[in-house]
């Protein structure tokens, strides 16, 4: 039996995950108005209502859709590690997601109505592949000593079913396979739904998008400052947030920009289909979350264009694996 890959193994787990999720969450009644809808409007200065003259605002809605009310709402996937009960410190972050409010206006600008963000959230579950004990033909689990001899119980009438370090005793397993895992994972989450899934409707008031659009400036203007001085300060408080920085190895010494390590990118905006607005350049709300983690980490993916070679962590695969799932499910809405 060949052992699963770990890209497999994401991707079973998502599965699971998805089709317990198709179970419990119904948007069949939403009319689907777009599915992955990019999007550029002017970075404005809130304070003069004047455009940037670098930037534009720029990112792609997961899903925009209108209700039986007739309201319209936009759709944002999120999959977290984290706890989703109801007072959770997670619902309240998401609350000030900046995010939303980037959302919230992008929309507004393409000449809607909007009612809120509608956050559709999923805990990704932390299962590993089991080791299963392998049968006899008569049903009864294989234990075998040091010397590969089968181990019988003290009356010799019956074979031993327990493993036992000390004395050398080894339970005869095999790994479960994708399929068992798949199963194992789905029931669990099915029995356990209200600690994988969550679902919340945020509205945005005209304040919240004042301060968002506050905030996104001041970021570029921070951006523009750096970038004119050649100066880009380490945030060293940030190397082990939320795991470790995947340009730790780069910024310690570790590691160089050889190709194998580390590598020039081809795009600077992984997510987006178009790399600039013309002579403008594109102001995602990765760009933002980067420069504020910290401003070396913006100039190594932003402005030098690096990016780590080798897979995706898993929490990123699993995202990446659960967005192109959810992209499926809403287009085949769409195309109803």
Same mark, same amino acid.
């Given at each position: ?121 999923? %805990? ?5 592949? *089991? ?5 006899? +033909?008569? #049903?009864?689990?294989?234990? =075998? !000593? ?80 750096? %970038? ?5 300060? *380490? ?5 082990? +947030?939320? #795991?470790?920085?995947?340009? =730790? !190895? ?87």
């Amino acid at each position: 039996m060949n052992t699963p890959t770990p890209q497999q193994i994401i991707e079973v787990k998502a599965g699971a995950l998805f089709d317990a999720w198709k179970l419990r969450n119904n948007f069949s009644g939403y009319t689907i108005l777009g599915v992955e809808t990019e999007f550029v409007f002017p970075l404005i200065n809130p304070e003069t209502e004047s455009p940037s003259r670098t930037f534009s605002e720029a990112g792609k809605m997961d899903v925009l859709a209108k209700d039986e009310q007739g309201r319209v709402w936009v759709i944002e996937h999120k999959t977290t590690s984290e706890s989703l009960a109801p007072d959770s410190d997670y619902w309240t972050r998401l609350r000030m997601d900046s995010q939303c409010s980037k959302y919230f206006l992008a929309a507004m600008m393409q000449k809607h109505d909007v009612a809120g963000v509608i956050y559709n959230v999923a %805990r990704r579950p932390l299962h590993q592949l *089991r080791q299963i004990p392998m049968l006899d +033909a008569e #049903g009864f689990k294989q234990v =075998f !000593d040091a010397s590969n001899q089968r181990v019988m119980c003290a009356n010799g009438k019956k074979p031993r079913e327990t493993a036992d370090a000390e004395k050398g005793y080894t339970l005869l397993t095999r790994t479960e396979t994708l399929d068992e895992f798949y199963e194992r994972i789905r029931a669990d989450i099915v029995e356990r739904a209200d600690e994988y899934f969550g679902r919340r409707e945020v509205p945005r008031l005209s304040t919240d998008l004042i301060e968002y659009m506050s905030d996104a400036w001041s970021v570029s203007q921070q951006i523009l400052y750096f %970038r004119s001085r050649g100066l880009w300060p *380490r945030n060293t408080e940030a190397c082990s +947030a939320f #795991g470790v920085c995947e340009f =730790f !190895d780069l910024c310690s010494g570790r590691a160089s920009v050889d190709g194998i390590a580390y590598a020039k990118a081809t795009t600077v905006h992984r997510e987006l289909a178009a790399q600039s607005d013309g002579s403008k350049e594109l102001f995602t709300n990765s760009r933002l979350r980067a420069l504020r983690k910290c401003s070396r980490f913006h100039q190594l993916r932003y402005e030098d264009k690096i990016q780590k070679c080798g897979d995706e962590p898993e929490t990123l695969a699993f995202g990446t694996v659960m967005h192109r799932l959810w992209e499926g499910y809403f287009k085949s809405l769409q195309t109803k």
